[in-house]
């Protein structure tokens, strides 16, 4: 066994050609803040259009700011808490509660946001509205789209400079990275463009037709917009959250490290799970030659610790067994007395 490596907070593990976040946690913490300030103006700004116009949609992306908005203090608190360091009662540091606050988060967006929308949508298609001014809705869309537009930059930015780092794709650095707060903002911050353009659309039609029905299927396509979004988020934070592995690629290149080694013969069984934002603990049951002393372990057990943190930054445990089996407890059945 040997001890903790060396690591980043948010170094990334990731496929062979996607890397994880190589951003610092004080990047991911000011898109963070930057998203919520944004979006606390945008849902007073959007509930005052909303209020004025007799707009379901416009109400809807009131509500779908204000979920982000909690979702981004959420998010906020995942960065702090998950950060802490290690002690005696977590001896491998609090990087999982980042997925619980960010799993909340994702809660957060699908009840408020989604269940609101839809709720209203419904309720105007059933029973119509009064129409109002929507001109000063169009004004609260077209600002709302700029200041979401900036936000979303942001993110972008910051996914884009990790991606060419680790030389990947942003898309695969999104599908893969376990630096959930900046898969969040980045998911809801486009979510966000696209329901000020369905808001948009549902006030366009309604003036044009006299008809409150297609702003009662904006507010409802909002919704399912959110849902998305929010399952999608979801899923991610409660595999990272009861312990994910790395991708197979990746297991593969931990396990070519160790078996590259001198003394290594072979290694049956290897796991990995991610215990934090681009932290990982590798365990591996390792069969060592036949001839190795137990000072030759010693080294052989520093030196695969150097191997697989050179390759893989985000290695922060390493653990190795020079047993045969498959590392699994076996309990004996209890005997009838």
Same mark, same amino acid.
């Given at each position: 066994?040997?001890?903790?490596?060396?690591?980043?907070?948010?170094?990334?593990?990731?496929?062979?050609?996607?890397?994880?976040?190589?951003?610092?946690?004080?990047?991911?913490?000011?898109?963070?803040?930057?998203?919520?300030?944004?979006?606390?103006?945008?849902?007073?700004?959007?509930?005052?259009?909303?209020?004025?116009?007799?707009?379901?949609?416009?109400?809807?992306?009131?509500?779908?700011?204000?979920?982000?908005?909690?979702?981004?203090?959420?998010?906020?608190?995942?960065?702090?808490?998950?950060?802490?360091?290690?002690?005696?009662?977590?001896?491998?540091?609090?990087?999982?509660?980042?997925?619980?606050?960010?799993?909340?988060?994702?809660?957060?967006?699908?009840?408020?946001?989604?269940?609101?929308?839809?709720?209203?949508?419904?309720?105007?298609?059933?029973?119509?509205?009064?129409?109002?001014?929507?001109? +000063? $809705?169009? %004004?609260?869309?077209? #600002?709302?789209?700029? =200041?979401?537009?900036? &936000? @979303?930059?942001? !993110?972008?930015?910051?996914?884009?400079?990790?991606?060419?780092?680790?030389?990947?794709?942003?898309?695969?650095?999104?599908?893969?990275?376990?630096?959930?707060?900046?898969?969040?903002?980045?998911?809801?911050?486009?979510?966000?463009?696209?329901?000020?353009?369905?808001?948009?659309?549902?006030?366009?039609?309604?003036?044009?037709?006299?008809?409150?029905?297609?702003?009662? +299927? $904006?507010? %409802?396509?909002?919704? #399912?917009?959110?849902? =998305?979004?929010?399952? &999608? @988020?979801?899923? !991610?934070?409660?595999?990272?959250?009861?312990?994910?592995?790395?991708?197979?690629?990746?297991?593969?290149?931990?396990?070519?490290?160790?078996?590259?080694?001198?003394?290594?013969?072979?290694?049956?069984?290897?796991?990995?799970?991610?215990?934090?934002?681009?932290?990982?603990?590798?365990?591996?049951?390792?069969?060592?030659?036949?001839?190795?002393?137990?000072?030759?372990?010693?080294?052989?057990?520093?030196?695969?610790?150097?191997?697989?943190?050179?390759?893989?930054?985000?290695?922060?445990?390493?653990?190795?067994?020079?047993?045969?089996?498959?590392?699994?407890?076996?309990?004996?059945?209890?005997?009838?007395?």
């Amino acid at each position: 066994m040997t001890q903790p490596a060396p690591t980043t907070q948010h170094a990334l593990v990731e496929e062979t050609e996607g890397g994880d976040s190589g951003s610092s946690g004080g990047e991911s913490a000011g898109t963070v803040v930057l998203a919520g300030a944004v979006n606390l103006a945008i849902a007073v700004a959007k509930l005052v259009g909303g209020l004025i116009s007799h707009s379901s949609a416009m109400l809807s992306e009131a509500a779908h700011s204000l979920a982000d908005t909690v979702t981004e203090v959420l998010l906020f608190i995942a960065l702090k808490r998950g950060s802490r360091a290690a002690d005696a009662r977590h001896p491998f540091g609090y990087g999982r509660e980042t997925y619980f606050w960010a799993f909340l988060a994702a809660l957060c967006t699908f009840g408020i946001g989604a269940g609101f929308s839809i709720y209203q949508g419904v309720e105007t298609i059933r029973n119509g509205e009064e129409q109002g001014s929507p001109t +000063i $809705s169009y %004004i609260v869309l077209a #600002v709302s789209f700029v =200041l979401e537009g900036s &936000s @979303l930059v942001k !993110a972008v930015r910051q996914v884009r400079s990790s991606a060419r780092e680790h030389k990947t794709t942003s898309r695969q650095y999104l599908r893969h990275t376990t630096d959930t707060t900046v898969k969040a903002v980045t998911f809801e911050d486009s979510a966000a463009l696209v329901g000020l353009v369905l808001a948009a659309l549902g006030l366009f039609l309604e003036q044009l037709t006299g008809d409150p029905v297609w702003d009662g +299927i $904006s507010a %409802i396509l909002i919704g #399912v917009l959110l849902i =998305l979004v929010a399952g &999608s @988020l979801a899923r !991610a934070n409660i595999s990272l959250l009861i312990g994910q592995s790395v991708p197979g690629a990746t297991q593969q290149e931990l396990k070519d490290e160790l078996l590259a080694m001198n003394l290594v013969d072979d290694v049956p069984f290897l796991l990995t799970t991610v215990i934090g934002p681009g932290q990982l603990l590798v365990a591996a049951k390792v069969d060592f030659a036949d001839t190795s002393t137990v000072a030759d372990l010693e080294r052989a057990a520093d030196e695969a610790e150097r191997r697989l943190v050179a390759r893989h930054p985000g290695v922060r445990y390493v653990f190795l067994d020079p047993t045969p089996g498959d590392g699994r407890a076996q309990v004996a059945a209890p005997t009838a007395e």
